[in-house]
């Protein structure tokens, strides 16, 4: 076996294989290498360059993390740009979150009066009026927040959710229709950021998710109505019957899955 034979290396986890240099001793062998000159330029072309992000960027990763006073302090600083009815909506966000319900409106208003047609800040006029359990004045915003947008998937579902909220189930099984057919994960958006508000709080929370599942199923979406049928029972919902019986629901009757939901004992959280 020559010596360029026995220096051969197996390649694990990125080390390094030795060249096999001809007759090379072990004197060589222990000898470091040269370190290489980088190419002009070549250590600043590697290095990343840091992101560079906008103020409202800025302000919407404090809104991520529910640092609203920090980010109502970012957004602040840029209310003399073109852009400054957005960042006065974002602060009415912040201050909504933060349950300060007349700053929040105070904010939504110097949005809609930089930019009359900005459907979102009369949306939240709405969830604002949502949120104090004024049913009939939150309808109202959100009716004219679809004058402003009517392809608006959250403004529909938030219109039904009002609707809900005042017992008008027929209205807001209409409401709930149409921002399924805008949007079929409308009712699965999360999160603090973003421009628009989306109602969560409800009561009756059982009888709601009973009416999502008829949404879906009507709509055909048998994944996401087997979900809220789940939910619904597992918030109590007693009137099981009507998922057997009721015409919207025949879309599911020979799932297996639903089979097992109308039978099967749920534990209600």
Known sequence: ???????????????????????????????????????????????????????????????????????????????????????????????????????????????????????????????????????????????KALKLNPDSATVYSNLGTAYYARKNYDEALKAYKQALALDPEVFEQRGTTGSILQERSVEELAKFHYYLAKTYAQAGNTEYALRYIRRSLEEGFKDRKKYLEEPEFGILKDLPEFQQLMTMEIRVL
Do not use: W
């Not at 080390?15 to 240099?21: E, I, S």
């Not at 409202?56 to 809104?63: A, C, V």
């Open 1 to 143: 076996m020559t010596m360029c034979t026995s220096l051969r290396l197996m390649t694990v986890a990125g080390m390094l294989v030795l060249p096999c240099a001809a007759q090379s001793t072990p004197q060589d062998q222990m000898r470091p290498a040269p370190a290489a000159n980088p190419a002009p330029g070549a250590e600043d072309a590697a290095a990343p360059k840091p992101v560079q992000l906008t103020l409202e960027q800025r302000g919407d990763l404090f809104m991520a993390r529910k640092m609203f006073r920090e980010a109502i302090d970012v957004f602040r600083q840029g209310l003399s740009q073109p852009n400054a009815f957005v960042l006065y909506n974002k602060i009415g966000i912040a201050y909504h979150h933060m349950m300060d319900f007349k700053a929040a409106k105070k904010n939504y208003e110097a949005a809609l009066k930089k930019n009359p047609k900005y459907a979102e800040a009369q949306n939240n006029i709405g969830a604002l009026y949502y949120a104090q359990k004024d049913y009939r004045r939150a309808i109202q915003q959100y009716q």
